[in-house]
């Protein structure tokens, strides 16, 4: 699976770019007053407009896989790491060969920088905002994760991660290169203590050979 396209909620469209360009580099490919839209990698992605709705969303970005540190170099002095288990900064997630980083972008939305193992990704370019590859993850949030597990399968053919058991309220669905993230809500956001919530949310992604969209209204 792949995610295509992300759109996602903003309460200051001017504060997301200049984060989004000064902090991640990413650069603008269209905006209006009710819209923005950066390029990252494979996927594009747009904040649009709310009104004192402070959304919050986790979703992760895809980098090459021998430049975890060089990322983590450069977002340091931009922004704060957060700490994953203190004083740790990167999460191991052995299970999934993969290693991360987070942090939070203007609004508090909790960013994840992670590099996949097991993908044939790595690069010699030293690394900047054109090194992202992807969003390859996006947190949804539901009252029941089970249920919006079995109703994403049952309307997409979406399967769980093979490498992360299926959890009452935290189950991952997708492929390496593209996950949802399923948790019920007033979960923690890892490795935050930010209460999950549902927003608005739409995803365009590929899946077997298909394109199709996912639009959570709240």
């Not at 996927?43 to 540190?69: Q, S």
């Not at 309220?169 to 007033?186: A, M, P, Q, S, Y």
Request: net charge negative; glycine share 4%.
């Amino acid at each position: 699976m792949n995610i295509l396209e992300l759109e996602l909620l903003t309460d200051d469209l001017n504060k997301t770019e200049v984060f989004y360009n000064d902090v991640l580099g990413l650069q603008t490919i269209s905006k209006s007053e009710v819209h923005i839209s950066f390029k990252t990698g494979a996927t594009k992605l747009t904040f649009r407009t709310a009104e004192n709705l402070n959304p919050v969303y986790h979703f992760a970005f895809d980098i090459p896989k021998n430049k975890l540190m060089e990322a983590f170099s450069l977002i340091e002095k931009k922004t704060e790491i957060l700490e994953v288990i203190p004083p740790d900064k990167i999460a191991d997630f052995y299970n999934w060969n993969a290693k991360s980083f987070y942090f939070y972008d203007n609004y508090g939305n909790i960013i994840e920088f992670i590099a996949r193992f097991n993908l044939d990704n790595a690069s010699e370019k030293l690394f900047d905002g054109s090194s992202i590859l992807s969003i390859s993850e996006i947190g949804l949030v539901s009252k029941n994760a089970s249920r919006q597990s079995d109703e994403l399968f049952e309307k997409y053919g979406l399967t769980p991660y093979l490498k992360q058991p299926k959890l009452d309220k935290f189950i991952v669905l997708g492929t390496e290169t593209g996950l949802f993230i399923l948790v019920e809500e007033k979960r923690n956001w890892y490795p935050t203590d930010k209460k999950a919530k549902s927003f608005w949310t739409k995803v365009l992604f590929y899946h077997k050979g298909n394109k199709r969209t996912i639009e959570i209204l709240d």
